[in-house]
């Protein structure tokens, strides 16, 4: 919502707080599938918003895009075929591109105005977007996954919204599902699964849901996200076999480009709160 003075505002009603940011709208159009607003903000750039939660702005997307991309690329041995799941404003595609290793990179979105919207406000999240490995579809990502072949993909990212709207179908064991069959056996899959702070009942569900769908094990890492709930967020691998280490040399080539990812934040990432552990042990 924007108030009289020119400040958005998400209310978190669930955790009874809110988060702010100060500018004027210069964008919102109603899409067949959701409501979407830009913001000109006045020290965090453009801001996207989606149904009245915050999605993107110039400022911190980068925590959040690096964490979705390489955590999962620099562990897979050869992640040569990756899905991206919704990343509309493209900055996930952006990161996936940087790997040499990808020779193939399909992103997914049912709203292509999110795509169009970011081209025009998130230029630089839209840079890769011409790579002769990108592929962009505005499609059904639930109905395209599910029509993969087997075994034909090596990654696969879930940048999605939240778990209503659009984005509810891809909270659920069938896609899961879906997705395990149409990874190779080697293959990863990761997807945001909110903040653990004030989201617990779903960031315990969508682990236990991974894992009853068929992958054998689910780990979870953490980053900051200052535009998003609680400021603290965080993304779920499922695996059928154990997690590797990071290979040594695979963001070494862009590491420059880079702003949060680097060996130690990939270590840390990995690090499990009591809290949280807790919550994982209690499946």
Not at 118 to 141: I, K, V, W
Not at 144 to 164: E, Y
Request: some cysteine; aromatic content about 10%; overall charge negative.
């Amino acid at each position: 919502m924007l108030n009289a003075d020119q400040w958005f505002t998400e209310v978190e009603k669930s955790a009874a707080s809110a988060f702010s940011l100060k500018g004027r709208r210069v964008h919102a159009e109603q899409t067949p599938f959701q409501h979407i607003e830009i913001f000109e903000t006045e020290r965090w750039g453009y801001l996207m918003v989606i149904d009245g939660c915050t999605m993107v702005s110039t400022r911190d997307n980068f925590f959040y895009h690096e964490m979705m991309s390489h955590p999962v690329l620099s562990t897979h041995p050869n992640p040569e075929r990756v899905v991206i799941i919704g990343g509309g404003d493209c900055g996930t595609l952006r990161e996936v591109l940087r790997h040499q290793d990808v020779r193939q990179a399909t992103q997914i979105d049912i709203d292509e105005r999110v795509t169009r919207l970011s081209e025009q406000y998130f230029p630089e999240l839209c840079e890769s977007n011409d790579d002769p490995r990108a592929t962009l579809a505005f499609d059904d990502g639930i109905a395209w996954i599910r029509n993969a072949p087997k075994s034909s993909l090596d990654v696969i990212i879930v940048d999605s919204t939240d778990p209503v709207g659009p984005a509810e179908g891809l909270f659920n064991v069938a896609f899961y599902a879906s997705c395990r069959e149409a990874l190779a056996d080697d293959g990863l899959f990761i997807q945001q699964s909110e903040s653990p702070l004030i989201h617990a009942d779903i960031f315990k569900a969508m682990g236990e849901a991974m894992r009853e769908a068929g992958f054998k094990a689910t780990t979870p890492l953490f980053f900051p996200q200052p535009i998003y709930p609680s400021g603290w967020w965080s993304a779920t691998i499922a695996h059928m076999g154990e997690l590797s280490a990071p290979r040594s040399d695979a963001t070494t080539s862009f590491a420059s480009a880079l702003q949060y990812y680097n060996p130690a934040t990939h270590a840390a990432a990995f690090a499990v709160p009591p809290m949280v552990r807790r919550l994982i042990s209690s499946d």
